[in-house]
């Protein structure tokens, strides 16, 4: 699935450069809320450059699993930690600050010399089987034990996820009669459940 | 003209540094894990344009890609509730007040 050149070009400028806004927003903007949203549009052009890089699968896949889950599970994170709150200011921030942007430009210097440096040794053939089927035979014959490793994960990060989120709950009666002996000292929370502005 | 490598290399390289940028300037914890997530993409789209323009006949760096993928979704589950845990702990998202291990 080659598309015509121009076309090629065009759509990979636009896509990028609509990354690059949107992933400055993400870090730049005030708004946590505008900066989630602005992740999910990181997220769409992520998957039409893969559509670029003749990766089909993987594009349906990055939007199921980022667009999806990641970002909506942020988006949750979001709301359940909703504090409007001004932050302290540290003093030296905009020295942090720009000490971390150099950093950063001189990494991206490093980076850049190096990609336009190295000979890269590009394959010109072209090859038109089906990404699906060939991610499949890696899947299921060189590939098979982090397949299923990656399963075993999954599921050990659903379970540390459930058990880390849990609100720790003191049952009502015991609560009445030894306040003292169970109440942490940051955990004083009404047990009906709602969350409350202290 | 054609799309060459170094364009998605260098494209990589913008968002990886972008996202190193947020990793450590941004104050809400939120934002922090957003900003991963623009470090995992980047390295994500380095192995996908090295899967097409190096390795076009079998495709591991879309494998690599997927389990990437794959493990970032396990890890932002498993961030957004450590986050959510010291936010009930600490009544705060500010990264500046999570300084308990600090000595």
Redesign the interface.
């Known amino acids: 699935m080659n598309l015509a050149?121009d076309v090629?070009?065009i759509s990979?400028g636009l896509l990028?450069v609509l990354?690059?806004a949107a992933?400055?927003g993400?870090?730049l903007l005030d708004q946590?809320v505008y900066?989630?949203f602005l992740?999910g549009g990181?997220?769409l052009c992520?998957s039409g450059?893969?559509v670029?890089?003749?990766?089909d699968?993987?594009a349906a896949?990055?939007i199921l699993?980022?667009v999806g889950?990641?970002n909506v599970?942020?988006l949750?994170?979001?709301m359940?930690?909703n504090?409007q709150?001004t932050?302290?200011p540290?003093g030296n921030r905009w020295l942090?600050?720009g000490a971390?942007?150099l950093?950063?430009?001189g990494?991206?210097a490093l980076?850049?010399t190096m990609?336009?440096a190295t000979p890269?040794?590009?394959?010109t053939?072209?090859?038109l089987t089906s990404?699906v089927v060939?991610?499949g035979k890696?899947?299921f014959s060189d590939?098979l034990l982090?397949f299923e490793l990656?399963s075993v994960?999954?599921l050990?990060?659903?379970v540390?996820?459930?058990i880390?989120?849990r609100?720790d709950f003191i049952p009502e009666k015991m609560a009445t009669d030894t306040q003292d002996a169970l109440t942490l000292p940051?955990?004083p929370r009404e047990l009906t459940g709602t969350v409350s502005d202290? | 003209m054609q799309l060459q490598l170094e364009f998605f290399l260098l494209l990589a390289a913008a968002l990886f540094c972008i996202g190193i940028y947020g990793l450590v300037t941004s104050r809400n914890v939120v934002r922090v894990l957003m900003s991963v997530e623009l470090l995992l993409n980047a390295v994500n789209l380095n192995l996908m344009s090295f899967s097409n323009f190096l390795d076009p006949e079998g495709i591991k760096g879309q494998v690599f890609s997927i389990f990437v993928i794959t493990v970032a979704a396990a890890e932002a589950a498993v961030g957004l509730a450590i986050i959510l845990a010291i936010y009930r702990n600490r009544d705060t998202v500010d990264m500046e007040q999570f300084n308990l291990l600090k000595w």
């Open positions: 050149e090629q070009l990979f990028g990354m690059i992933a400055l993400v870090v946590i900066s989630a992740l990181v997220f992520m450059l893969y670029l890089l003749n990766a699968f993987v896949a990055q699993v980022y889950a990641v599970l942020i949750f994170a979001i359940l930690v504090k709150e932050f302290k540290v942090r600050q971390t942007a950093v950063c430009v990494l991206f980076l850049s990609v336009l890269w040794v590009v394959d053939t072209v090859v990404t060939q991610i890696h899947f590939y982090p990656a994960l999954l050990m990060a659903m540390g996820a459930i880390l989120a609100r940051e955990r202290r």
